[in-house]
């Protein structure tokens, strides 16, 4: 059941409304915890498999990148980090 944009935004100011009475910590932490999995859910919907052909692909340009030099040492990796 999909609700209208002016359904939606009065449904989410009463949750938070509601959420920033509640004072439970159990409560909260299954509020936390559907949030996480809605979250890992949106983010695997976006997500799809590579074909065998892609896959193919990716290793076949890994391996010339190695071939040609066109590579990234762990320590090298590691520092660079540090400027992140």
Known sequence: MKMASMNIAVKKVELIEWLVGVEDTSLLEQVD??????????????MKPLSSEEY???LD???DDLKKGRVTSQGDLEKESLNW
Do not use: F, G, T
């Open 61 to 63: 340009q890994a391996e």
């Open 33 to 46: 915890s559907l949030k996480k999995k809605a979250i890992a859910s949106a983010y695997e919907s976006k």
């Open 56 to 58: 193919k692909s990716m």
